[in-house]
């Protein structure tokens, strides 16, 4: 597709369970976003990825977070022995990125529908 | 910890009134962003700002980057019920070792009531 597709659209997961979350980015797109968004308020950082080199985790919550691009496309955040408060949209986006000279144009994102994690 | 500032939290307002959100923040940033974002959806990029004073229009929407590249307002002229959403501010770093991550506001609710 032409956008960015995140998978599941929503997963409810028993506490404790443990869960993978995917992102599909646009074609090309260089750097890729994880953010988590609690109800009613803006997203926060989570970490982010330069083609498959993971350069910043500093918004990780703790280490029952990972994430990993692997190939350079296709992310995955798990989330291991989930808790309750893990429960929020998990959003992912891409942006051209460091393809060519940092600018403007290639700094904007764009976000995938997010997938809606409930922990039960 | 949110570095940018959003007001109002929550507005509710009926068709064909104008409306300001507004976005402070302490730090300069190179560029800021405005998104809306329906519910279970993600952001939509509306506009983005660069150069302090700058002002952008898109349609009733008016978008207002501060002198000093700190704060920014987005005004919505003649409201319409298809302009309820949350509203979100984001700035972004491109200099240095920054990348483009975004830091949000918290966001402003809006409804529009027919």
């Known amino acids: 597709g032409a956008g960015v597709s995140q998978s599941p659209r929503y997963k409810v997961a028993k506490r404790g369970q443990d869960v993978a979350l995917r992102c599909d980015p646009i074609?090309?797109?260089?750097?890729l976003f994880w953010y988590q968004q609690a109800l009613g308020q803006g997203p926060e950082f989570l970490t982010y990825?330069?083609?498959?080199?993971?350069?910043?985790k500093s918004g990780l919550p703790s280490d029952r977070f990972f994430a990993e691009r692997p190939e350079g496309s296709v992310s995955t955040l798990k989330i291991q022995r989930t808790q309750q408060e893990d429960s929020a949209v998990y959003l992912c986006?891409?942006?051209?990125?460091?393809?060519?000279?940092?600018?403007?144009?290639?700094?904007?994102?764009?976000f995938g529908q997010g997938t809606r994690l409930t922990v039960v | 910890t949110q570095l940018l500032e959003q007001s109002p939290q929550f507005l509710s307002i009926q068709e064909g009134e104008n409306l300001t959100v507004y976005c402070n923040s302490s730090?300069?940033?190179?560029?800021l962003q405005w998104y809306r974002q329906e519910p279970g959806e993600g952001p939509v990029l509306l506009v983005t700002?660069?150069?302090?004073?700058e002002v952008k229009k898109l349609k009733r929407l008016t978008f207002q980057f501060g002198d000093a590249r700190k704060d920014s307002s987005l005004h919505i002229t003649a409201a319409q019920p298809g302009d309820t959403g949350l509203y979100l501010c984001?700035?972004?770093?491109?200099?240095?070792?920054?990348?483009?991550?975004?830091?949000f506001g918290q966001g402003t609710i809006l409804t529009v009531h027919p």
């Open positions: 700002v660069v150069t302090g004073g």
């Open positions: 990825f330069q083609n498959e080199a993971q350069l910043d």
């Open positions: 984001a700035g972004a770093r491109t200099g240095g070792t920054s990348y483009g991550k975004l830091t």
């Open positions: 986006a891409s942006s051209l990125g460091f393809r060519w000279q940092l600018t403007l144009m290639n700094t904007e994102a764009f």
């Open positions: 074609s090309g797109h260089v750097s």
């Open positions: 730090s300069v940033f190179s560029s």
